[in-house]
């Protein structure tokens, strides 16, 4: 019993245990079950997005094949249309060289017909005569000789003499007519302007505390103020005419104004360097106006303005310019040429050295230049280019600018070759300083004894500044012909301004 019993307890157990395992079994076969349709579904979403991601993808593809199938149509039909129109122009261009070469066809028959008609007539005419061309002038031409050979000698020996003396008289007149309807001007204030004061107390405010104000005006102006023992008078000092006006027109603006410091005379001189431009073009207008020239371009009119401000061996280039327009009018009126034209021409002869420092050449070509660009007519650039006699003498224009030339500079007291030498130095002077790299401006004074060089505080250090102002020096010894010595000041200055508000 307790054996059967055992075998039928183990037999349970053994029958309990494989309950349990199909159970496990079949759960795990529903477990896989589900993964596997969830791996499915999951492969099922993917094939379906990659489906859906395909379609886009080829969507995207087509349209853009056909935008791009749309621009080679569009560019294949421009092209064929190009293609088109050269074809046309090349028809056109074909029937043109075929009409020019039938017309230069009928031209040369047309030719060669008058050439054989002109052969006949002449053969004819000889024939005729029974004479050649050339026989029958020489027979002309002998017998004319024989027949009044002694009136013909008396009548040009007669001619020279009197027509030598003729015209020497008429000449001499004619120029001593010229000089005395044309009044000398004056000698113009030459490298000083005196600038009258109210009273000697101004003097102090001009120099300032230190020197404070007159180094400012000095700087700002680039003249030397020259205050000496002379009563109620100040001395503006300066090879460049423009500068000294500038400085002799703030200068009074300052004394009546009363308020004199660094500030306001930098804001002075700067409104009369601005008021020089418009300066220019009223003495252009009027130098125009004083010719009779209206009909000039009104480009050139500043041009013509800015020659006040230059001299030629110290006289005037504008008022030389004008005198000499009127002379030029006077010799071609006398000798029968277009009056206008020589005033012109004489007027214009030296707009070259209104931009001569800005532009490479003569003054005469740059002259030519800004004529041509301004479409002056071509026989007043023909009058003033000879007249220093770069080009040949084309019209009758071109000897009378270049005679009232030396008419103008000629005359006693006009010019001063010393005095154009030395201002050529001074400015010579000057171009060397600005050459450098870093330098704002520089001033030649003191009669060309010193030049005073401004540089970029930003730009050149202290070191730097110590070398050009060697270089200076050395380019100075090497170019230069001077007596003495020139002392070079280089001067490196930061201003800070601030504004509290």
Do not use: W
Request: proline share 2%; with cysteine.
């Amino acid at each position: 019993m307790g054996l059967l019993f055992g075998y039928l307890f183990r037999h349970l157990v053994a029958l309990s245990k494989r309950g349990s395992i199909e159970v496990e079994i079949k759960k795990l076969l529903v477990d896989a079950k589900g993964e596997a349709q969830i791996i499915k579904d999951s492969a099922e979403r993917e094939k379906q997005d990659a489906e859906k991601k395909k379609e886009r993808v080829l969507a995207e593809l087509k349209e853009e094949e056909k935008r791009l199938t749309g621009d080679i149509k569009r560019t294949e039909e421009r092209l064929v249309k190009k293609e088109e129109m050269l074809d046309k122009r090349q028809v056109d261009i074909d029937r043109e060289v075929a009409h020019v070469k039938e017309q230069a066809e009928e031209i040369k028959k047309i030719k060669e017909r008058a050439d054989e008609i002109k052969v006949s007539a002449e053969a004819e005419l000889a024939r005729v005569a029974n004479l050649s061309k050339e026989e029958a002038r020489e027979i002309l031409l002998k017998e004319a000789e024989q027949k009044y050979s002694t009136d013909l000698f008396a009548r040009i020996v007669k001619l020279e003499r009197e027509g030598a003396h003729e015209l020497e008289e008429k000449a001499r007149n004619i120029l001593a007519a010229s000089i005395h309807r044309i009044g000398n001007t004056k000698a113009n204030e030459f490298m000083s302007t005196a600038v009258p004061l109210p009273s000697d107390e101004i003097k102090g405010k001009i120099i300032g505390k230190e020197g404070r104000n007159i180094k400012a005006f000095e700087r700002a102006a680039g003249v030397e103020l020259v205050v000496d023992d002379t009563p109620e008078v100040i001395i503006v000092s300066s090879f460049d005419p423009v500068r000294r006006y500038i400085a002799r027109t703030a200068l009074e603006e300052l004394i009546a104004d009363g308020r004199i410091q660094p500030a306001k005379i930098e804001e002075v001189v700067a409104k009369k360097s601005s008021q020089v431009e418009a300066l220019m073009k009223k003495k252009g207008e009027d130098a125009v106006y004083e010719c009779g020239l209206l009909s000039l371009d009104p480009r050139l009119i500043p041009l013509i303005g800015r020659l006040h401000f230059r001299t030629s061996y110290t006289q005037n280039v504008l008022q030389h310019s004008i005198e000499m327009a009127h002379i030029s009018g006077i010799l071609a009126a006398e000798l029968g040429g277009d009056v206008q034209v020589a005033k012109a021409g004489a007027l214009l002869h030296d707009i070259g050295k209104a931009v001569d420092h800005e532009i490479q050449g003569t003054h005469v070509e740059i002259g030519r230049k800004i004529l041509q660009k301004y479409g002056v007519d071509n026989r007043v650039i023909q009058a003033m280019q000879s007249h220093h006699e770069e080009y040949p003498y084309e019209t009758l224009e071109s000897i009378i600018v270049q005679t009232a030339d030396a008419i103008s500079g000629g005359r006693p007291g006009a010019r001063r070759d010393s005095a154009e030498n030395y201002l050529k130095r001074l400015a010579d002077l000057e171009a060397i300083a600005n050459s450098f790299e870093g330098i704002e401006k520089s001033y030649a004074i003191q009669a060309g004894r010193e030049i005073r060089v401004f540089v970029d505080s930003g730009k050149v250090s202290d070191l730097t500044a110590r070398n050009i102002a060697r270089e200076i020096a050395l380019r100075v010894e090497e170019e230069l012909r001077y007596p003495g010595e020139i002392k070079v000041h280089v001067i490196r200055e930061t201003r800070i301004i601030e504004f509290a508000r």
